[in-house]
């Protein structure tokens, strides 16, 4: 038999990923959007955009003759359904689409632009005969690298008449063909990764043994010290909680931890603040269960509230008949001060309600510092008083004929601009909120203002108000402009925009800096939450930004600064001093802390030395192509670092390169154990002796310098908070993990041989835990997290289907007639031994289905 060369069924893994993609029902933004002008503005004698329907297909990926080239051949199906005809001239079908297309005359009388940044249209030129009724039109064009991921395929179509400028009406009837034959799925020589199969994933799982529910690990996150007792505390009753009342929230976390419908009576649970010996963290805690009663002492109220949390995970499931606790002493304390979570709204906004449920996960598994990316080219989320076109304008994406109306479409926002992902921002009311409700689960929230690159929504918006003030005669018009008129630089980002950047040699760039930053911390002093440091970007400034300014080179003058790397250091220090001045310390990518320079003809980034005494965080993204050690220098020259490497910590990563599967793949693809086998002070242990050479190890000195971990999701292709979900868990657990606890013996032991058998061990554990206890507590906690299941991995061998899964504990199911398992169908209780097309998925505590596993399992033939 043979084993398909793909690890999901087609169909079901596309309607995952168009689900995840799908456009939900407008809801209620901030402040409400624009609206539209009427659709009857539309003339009545043509083809509706409502009534088309549109398919993408990616036809088939072509490879130069000779090198690593490749491109993709794609095509949309066009077919009117409407009872009027799409004319021969006066209309355009715009869509976004992620890194781009390749522009120019296409088949068919077509003509195929680039709008702006990853905005395109295309359109009929004069000799294109029209589409009746009926008819269906094949447009044809390139994507200028191979398409691996289906996130990279055309979003949010819509279609506008001349005649009706400003009216977009989104094409709704549109889905993608499934990638499935040799020539679409075929890499050549690029050095692309081969697809999945269900046999690959089946030897993967391998690596970890099924263990019996004793030898699970009791705790989540895996705690500093942990003595087991030898009986139970049964708790029969609500236990008695005593708590002083600086611990209130604390206490309130406690009772929700048992079944309200308990009676009066239980056992003492004591909560209180008190030294934990040999423990310096402010987070630390011991956790004591005697049959006597419960104790938790921290060195704070975070202490207290982690010991909560690590009860929780004691008790037994929701589901269990009886309510007993293990007797149990711990000790514990976190490995890094730092442990956190980055969440891009900007790209697509999430409301209010999804960032507190991402708090609430946050503290379930004792994370701490919420990284909140509220602005960038494609949205800005926080309302600033007295600046209201940062809202009006740059929070609001939709299609508009003229511009400083709003911003353009992007990431599948389509026309309208009440799209609820597209559109939509915080009210200062909303972002008190948010503070205080992180607060109380001791959770910093770190605001990002991204800066001087991937602020265009802020550059649009100030030039709104330039234009506005100015045409009402107003002095104060430049005030806060960021962009230069007169700027001929000629850069590209590497979202292909070319002119989202703030211009240093502008006084009205500082003028606007200060407001925001007065505003951000007046913000947090209306909430009581301390403010300490702002997230002031620096990620990826174009080369060739600012060389064309005259306002760039006046300022450069004006201060001797020979190059734009001076000028960036001086906008860098200018901004620090703002800070400063309101007893902030500075935060950003890495960047912040870095040099641009040259070296044998290529860019490199080098430490840079004139912050290194200022006190900067600066967040380390890039691990590759040369930078693999870039964090760990810029740490021993005397940076603060926090690691957020690309190849482990990046959650928007796909996990694999099946097409199909979600996320994108410009850094790597990133399967569960590819983030808990990150060694956080030799990231590099692992790699070949050629990937080493040169590379700079950790010092004693730059392991003082390293503050933590923190796990970032940025949502280019994700627009519903499911969709976030699925991408996020449950690699952030480990995440959690690898913050919280110390190095695991295999990450320390020199023999591979013996590194090779801890691993072993520490990985069953784990996989083990979150498979039978802790993704199962979610579901039946009522948390409602669509984390995503993993695919079963399935291998024929000996006349039978052998079946297994990355998480043990998830009930196996199958089918044997090709459709797609249901909670109804079969459990796998060993090999399967019928014939068939055999079908599995894993089903969660709730009955959910996970990623479907395909094999045809045929007389006579056996074929893995």
Not at 139 to 161: E, N, Q, R, S, T
Request: net charge neutral; charged share 20%.
């Amino acid at each position: 038999m043979r084993t398909l060369n793909k690890t999901l069924n087609g169909s079901r893994a596309l309607a995952l990923l168009m689900a995840l993609m799908a456009p939900v029902a407008p809801l209620t933004v901030a402040r409400a959007a624009p609206a539209q002008p009427a659709a009857s503005a539309v003339p009545a004698d043509v083809a509706s955009g409502a009534r088309l329907q549109l398919r993408w297909e990616l036809q088939r990926n072509e490879f130069a003759a000779q090198g690593p080239g490749a491109r993709t051949q794609a095509r949309l199906i066009l077919t009117n359904r409407d009872t009027r005809p799409l004319p021969p001239q006066g209309w355009s079908l715009y869509f976004n689409s992620m890194d781009g297309v390749t522009p120019g005359a296409l088949p068919g009388n077509l003509v195929l632009e680039q709008v702006a940044g990853s905005y395109f249209r295309v359109r009929p030129d004069a000799n294109f005969a029209g589409l009746a009724p009926g008819q269906t039109l094949d447009i044809v064009y390139y994507h200028p690298d191979i398409v691996i991921k289906l996130g990279k395929a055309p979003v949010g179509p819509y279609l506008v008449y001349d005649a009706a400028p400003d009216v977009g009406v989104a094409i709704k009837d549109y889905a993608l063909l499934p990638v499935t034959r040799p020539e679409q799925t075929d890499k050549g020589n690029t050095g692309h990764r081969p697809l999945v199969t269900p046999a690959d994933t089946y030897r993967a799982n391998l690596h970890a043994d099924t263990l019996p529910a004793s030898a699970v690990p009791p705790v989540f996150p895996t705690p500093l010290k942990l003595e087991q007792g030898a009986g139970t505390l049964a708790v029969k009753a609500l236990p008695a909680i005593a708590a002083p009342a600086a611990l209130r929230n604390e206490a309130a976390l406690a009772r929700s931890l048992f079944p309200a419908d308990l009676p009066a009576g239980g056992p003492p649970l004591r909560l209180s603040v008190g030294q934990v010996a040999g423990q310096d963290s402010p987070e630390a805690y011991t956790l004591a269960v005697r049959s006597t009663g419960i104790d938790i002492v921290g060195n704070s109220a975070a202490g207290v509230s982690y010991g909560l949390q690590t009860l929780r995970d004691l008790l037994p499931l929701p589901s269990a008949a009886d309510l007993a606790l293990p007797e149990v002493s711990i000790t514990d304390a976190p490995r890094f001060g730092y442990r956190g979570f980055m969440l891009d709204v900007s790209r697509n906004f999430q409301n209010k309600e999804t960032v507190f449920k991402w708090l609430d996960l946050m503290a379930r598994f004792k994370m701490n510092k919420f990284h909140f990316h509220l602005t960038e080219d494609e949205g800005w989320r926080l309302e600033i008083a007295g600046l209201p076109e940062l809202t009006s304008i740059g929070a609001v994406r939709g299609h508009s004929a003229k511009p400083g109306v709003r911003l353009q479409p992007a990431y599948g926002s389509g026309p309208d601009p009440q799209d609820p992902h597209g559109s939509g921002y915080y009210s200062r009311a909303d972002y008190i909120a948010i503070l205080r409700y992180a607060a109380a689960r001791h959770i910093e929230v770190i605001p990002e203002l991204e800066m001087p690159g991937h602020a265009r929504a802020a550059v649009q918006a100030m030039e709104a108000r330039y234009h506005r003030l100015k045409a009402a005669g107003s002095k104060e018009a430049a005030k806060y402009l960021l962009n230069d008129f007169a700027d001929k630089s000629v850069y590209k980002s590497p979202q292909l925009y070319t002119d989202h950047v703030l211009n240093p040699g502008l006084e009205s760039s500082y003028t606007f800096v200060e407001h925001v930053v007065d505003e951000v911390v007046k913000l947090h002093r209306a909430a009581g939450v301390p403010l300490h440091t702002l997230y002031m970007g620096g990620d990826e400034l174009p080369n060739g930004a600012w060389e064309g300014s005259p306002a760039a080179h006046a300022m450069m003058q004006k201060h001797k600064l020979a190059t734009t790397a001076d000028l960036w250091d001086y906008f860098y220090d200018r901004v620090d001093g703002m800070l400063r001045k309101r007893g902030l310390f500075m935060s950003g990518w890495e960047e912040i802390a870095a040099r641009k320079t040259m070296l044998a003809g290529r860019h490199k980034l080098i430490p840079n030395p004139r912050f290194t005494q200022r006190g900067f965080s600066a967040y380390v993204w890039n691990n590759t192509e040369g930078a693999e050690d870039l964090a760990y220098r810029l740490a021993n020259a005397g940076y603060d670092i926090v690691l957020a490497p690309v190849t482990k910590m990046y959650m928007d990563m796909a996990y694999n390169p099946n097409p199909e599967e979600p996320g994108v793949n410009w850094g790597d693809y990133i399967e569960l154990d590819t983030v808990y086998d990150f060694i956080p002070f030799d990231y590099l242990k692992n790699a070949s002796d050629a990937q080493r050479l040169g590379k700079d190890g950790l010092t004693d000195y730059g392991k003082g310098k390293v503050r933590g971990l923190e796990a970032t999701i940025f949502t280019e292709t994700l627009r519903e908070p499911a969709s976030v979900e699925y991408l996020v868990m449950p690699r952030l657990l480990a995440v959690a993990e690898r913050a919280w606890a110390a190095d695991p013996a295999w990450a320390t032991e020199a023999d591979k041989t013996k590194a090779a058998a801890l691993h072993r061990t520490a990985w069953s554990g784990f996989v083990n835990a979150l498979g039978g206890r802790v993704l199962p507590r979610l579901d039946l906690d009522g948390v409602d997290v669509a984390y995503r299941i993993a695919p079963p991995g399935l291998l024929v061998e000996g006349g039978r289907v052998l079946v297994n899964h990355v998480l043990p504990g998830f009930t196996l199911r199958y089918t044997t007639d090709g459709s797609d398992p249901t909670s109804a169908s079969r459990p796998v209780t060993g090999p399967i031994a019928e014939r068939g097309v055999i079908k599995v998925a894993a089903f969660d505590r709730k009955g959910r289905a996970g990623l479907v596993a395909r094999v045809e399992h045929v007389e006579h033939v056996e074929d893995d």
